[in-house]
């Protein structure tokens, strides 16, 4: 929410208006010229226009000055001063301006974090706007001030008054705060209501995000429910469809992470693979690893580089076979929805893994120990991210079945300081 910056008509007038004008120059000349100076940029020198103004205006015009001069400081950052402008436009009680200026005031405190302060201004604007043209503003920053001292109830009120405002923008800017605040005290009803209403007017894009959170929400809800409805009922021996209870699972789980709520999606996921029935946690986890890579690796074989095709997949056809070692890293990055992090993660990875060997062979290097150091290189980038110590693992294991043996072949820790 803003306040308009300056006062009087648009001149178009150049930037270069003479700042020391005669003496004899009418404030409301004077004025016109701070505007100018303002709207081009040139605060310091409008500021010393609005000041001569304001110590030769009377009436309307001392107050347009002493109003001009409070935005023109305040965008400064010569704040103090801007209020004690403020003021002096606020004595002055003129009907248009000085409501302007206390609500320009409101504002500034509330900025800067001085409630209380700006509370008192804002019902100073209330008394002191005889029009009703400026109220709607000051219901509004009293809804916001009462809304942060966690007193909702007396924001009601005010909240009223500014949904109701003759000004669209306002309106439509109180609503979506309004609702905003509403849905975070989890009020779903409340704010669809606000919503429901503010949409009888004007088109209003962020309003119409707003109405599409709380259908979010609303789902939300649903999913819960359905999920609590899930659970395994010992009294009367009633147990979950599995497909259905996992299904209320995903849902849940993905729509608490379109919320932007990933502990919550992770805990709601793992709840259901640690499901007390066993067919409701299998259809979970096929829920969670749809669509994952599941190579045909054969963990025996001499050669821990091929497949083979005549084995079922990992996980799938042979339930005593382990999952490829990737595949939990996979699975918590889609349960958190931060699987495009790992995807970017692996490229650089890759991109690491494939410089030192480019290198090498641009360079045309021969050398074996040249060589050597490259792929040792290689071979430990791995380790400086969160799955590498699973991938060097894995093939620790794969090397010792290749070598028909008991005990591993390289030593605990490869390739880290071994190489």
Not at 268 to 292: C, N, P
């Amino acid at each position: 929410m803003t306040s308009n910056s300056h006062t009087g008509p648009v001149h178009s007038s150049s930037a270069d208006v003479d700042a020391t004008a005669g003496e004899d120059t009418p404030p409301v000349e004077l004025c016109a010229q701070a505007r100018d100076l303002a709207e081009h940029g040139y605060l310091k020198r409008s500021a010393q226009v609005y000041s001569r103004a304001l110590e030769c205006a009377q009436g309307a015009d001392r107050a347009r000055a002493a109003l001009g001069l409070a935005v023109v400081r305040h965008d400064l950052g010569q704040f103090e001063d801007a209020r004690e402008a403020a003021r002096i436009a606020i004595d002055t009680g003129h009907p248009e301006f000085a409501p302007r200026a206390a609500a320009h005031l409101a504002m500034s405190y509330e900025q800067r974090g001085q409630d209380a302060a700006a509370r008192d201004v804002w019902q100073q604007v209330l008394s002191l706007d005889t029009g009703g043209r400026y109220s709607p503003t000051a219901h509004y920053g009293l809804a916001r001030i009462a809304e942060d001292a966690g007193q909702p109830d007396q924001a009601e009120a005010h909240w009223h008054q500014a949904l109701t405002a003759d000004d669209p923008e306002l309106a439509a800017q109180a609503a979506r705060e309004c609702a905003q605040r509403r849905l975070a005290r989890g009020e779903l009803e409340a704010a669809e209501q606000v919503l429901r209403e503010a949409r009888t007017g004007s088109p209003d894009p962020p309003l119409r995000l707003l109405s599409a959170a709380t259908h979010v929400e609303r789902a939300i809800a649903e999913a819960e429910a359905a999920l609590t409805e899930c659970e395994p009922d010992p009294e009367s021996g009633r147990s979950p469809h599995p497909d259905t209870a996992a299904a209320a699972v995903e849902l849940l789980a993905r729509l608490l992470a379109l919320r932007g709520d990933t502990d919550a999606a992770v805990e709601v996921w793992q709840h259901g693979l640690d499901h007390a029935d066993s067919a409701v946690a299998q259809a979970v986890r096929q829920r969670l690893r749809r669509g994952f890579l599941e190579p045909d690796t054969d963990p025996d074989s001499q050669d821990p580089t091929q497949t083979s095709p005549q084995e079922p997949p990992p996980g799938r056809g042979d339930p005593e076979r382990p999952a490829p070692w990737w595949d939990d890293y996979i699975a918590a990055a889609v349960a958190s929805e931060s699987t495009p992090m790992l995807l970017g993660e692996l490229f650089v990875a890759l991109t690491r893994m494939y410089a030192p060997v480019a290198t090498a062979h641009a360079a045309q290097e021969t050398s074996p120990d040249a060589l050597r150091a490259a792929l040792a290189e290689v071979l430990r980038i791995p380790g400086d991210y969160l799955w590498g110590r699973a991938l060097h693992d894995d093939f620790r294991e794969r090397m010792r079945r290749a070598a028909s043996s008991t005990t591993h072949v390289l030593p605990e820790g490869w390739p880290d300081g071994t190489l």
